[in-house]
């Protein structure tokens, strides 16, 4: 048995590992109506755009609940009832998109991909050629159930010639890989609190082009999940509609600021390269191999495949490791058996080192590697 005197480190795409600043912000209580604190979510709003560069342009909706909540109200405001949308489509969220939009009784083509590879911008482009129905495009940037990179440039460039819009999922991208609204030009993309800006979970945003916020009065379904009437009560009010998540917001805030002095974009990018390099690396010492070729390989989190041995199995291999003081996430593949560690949240090379150390250790006493 072994005694970790920390709270597990968590190598997860988010929730993840916060530093002790982002979880002391959360020791005040806050009213949802006092100045103060709308100050801090309109600031909180300002910068999130400002990381895309899209002040000009466009205006950050946040929204309370989980990153799935802020993707099904994008679509559902966004997209106009009778409205079509491509979902390129090579992995979990991608599949989760159109199932939202088959729900939401929107229109749904779907370019299907190999999981392991990134989304082509020509295929994307010849579908668009192909049905002039189709006035959205819906892309995961990267998507996290196996950690590929999609190209999201080029196929940003592919959907403005094209004419027609394009809605990202930056969930496990945003604040960690450069998306410029200048120059990738965007409807809408969403992210949350608690992935590469290090915050809590429990609050999404939607940065939406402005010009088309405003047009989409009446398209949703839903009340709370109107993303149209969350913004005009906010722009009236300086409040959110409904109880807001005070104690996310003011994490995130405090995120923030550590994200700004650690660099921004540049510098969270060069950390999480950093620490999946050193997570690969010490992996493929054990003979542990990524299911994504390096080249498609987004630095957020990383798919291995599982060890083929009659020893292996996930619960014991899960366990072991977490009471060595880490905690991983199972892999989302149904055909190859897989698990995945993340590379995101206030972790460094030198704690990946450490984690590579307690797989190995853990698979020794697993008898799946040999005791050295
Ligand atoms: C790409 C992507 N989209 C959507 C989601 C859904 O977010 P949540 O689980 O917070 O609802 C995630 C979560 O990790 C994600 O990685």
């Given at each position: 048995m072994h005694t970790i005197d920390r709270d597990p480190l968590l190598l997860t795409p988010g929730p993840l590992t916060t530093t002790l600043r982002t979880k002391q912000a959360m020791l005040h209580d806050w009213g949802s109506w006092d100045s103060a604190f709308n100050r801090i979510t309109g600031d909180v709003c300002g910068q999130l755009v400002d990381i895309v560069h899209g002040t000009e342009t466009h205006v950050c909706v946040p929204l309370q609940g989980s990153g799935t909540f802020s993707v099904e109200a994008a679509l559902g405001t966004l997209v106009p009832r009778g409205g079509k949308v491509l979902v390129p489509n090579n992995g979990a969220y991608c599949a989760r998109i159109v199932r939202i939009l088959k729900i939401l009784g929107r229109d749904v083509v779907e370019l299907p991909a190999a999981e392991d590879c990134p989304i082509d911008p020509v295929a994307v482009e010849a579908a668009l050629i192909t049905d002039p129905r189709i006035g959205h495009v819906a892309l995961v940037?990267?998507?996290?159930?196996?950690?590929v990179l999609n190209p999201l440039a080029e196929i940003a460039a592919a959907v403005e010639r094209q004419q027609r819009s394009l809605i990202i999922d930056?969930?496990?991208s945003f604040g960690a890989i450069e998306i410029d609204a200048r120059t990738m030009p965007f409807e809408a993309l969403i992210a949350a609190s608690g992935k590469c800006l290090e915050g809590v979970p429990g609050m999404g945003f939607v940065i939406a082009e402005r010009a088309k916020l405003e047009a989409s009065a009446g398209n949703c379904h839903s009340l709370a999940m109107d993303l149209h009437d969350q913004w005009v009560y906010m722009q009236r009010t300086?409040?959110?509609?409904?109880?807001?998540p005070t104690h996310v917001v003011v994490a995130l805030h405090e995120a923030l600021a550590q994200y700004q002095e650690e660099g921004g974009v540049v510098a969270r990018g060069a950390r999480y390269q950093a620490n999946c390099d050193a997570l690969t690396t010490g992996m493929a010492r054990l003979g542990l191999r990524p299911y994504v070729p390096a080249q498609a390989q987004a630095p957020i989190i990383v798919t291995f495949h599982a060890?083929?041995?009659?020893?292996?199995e996930f619960q014991a291999f899960y366990q072991g490791v977490r009471e060595r003081g880490f905690i991983l996430y199972p892999g989302k593949l149904t055909q190859i058996e897989t698990f995945r560690v993340g590379?995101?949240?206030?972790?460094k090379p030198q704690d990946m080192l450490h984690v590579v150390e307690a797989i190995a250790s853990t698979l020794t006493a697993m008898g799946v590697l040999a005791a050295s």
């Open positions: 940037h990267c998507e996290t159930g196996t950690g930056a969930m496990s300086t409040q959110w509609r409904f109880t807001p060890p083929e041995h009659a020893a292996y590379c995101v949240g206030a972790l």
